[in-house]
């Protein structure tokens, strides 16, 4: 696919960008290179190759949830210098 000035300010009015001329040279080069390796990519044999999510094989590797007692709220609330039924209260900062 030849990648052309005007597919390039038609692509950046879709996207509201201007670009000045010698960006839009620049663009109309990078878009061709890139086209350019999605037909390479495109002329592969993947027919045998099963489809994924990441190029290594990932597992989960975190450790599963565990529930564990929470500090006690009267005890956090107690350095606090104003509370209300269980929260801190904390001065106006939007009026």
Known sequence: MKI????????SQLSR?????????????????????MDVLD?????????MSHVFPLKNVT?????????????LLANAPASKEGAFLVPKAVE
């Open 4 to 11: 052309t000035e005007a597919l390039v300010d038609y692509i």
């Open 63 to 75: 450790r599963p949830d565990q529930t564990a007692p929470s500090q006690d709220g009267e005890e």
């Open 43 to 51: 002329g592969l044999d993947t027919a045998g190759v099963e489809p």
């Open 17 to 37: 960008l201007r670009l000045p001329p010698e960006e839009k040279r620049a663009m109309t080069t990078e878009l061709e290179g890139i086209v350019a390796y």
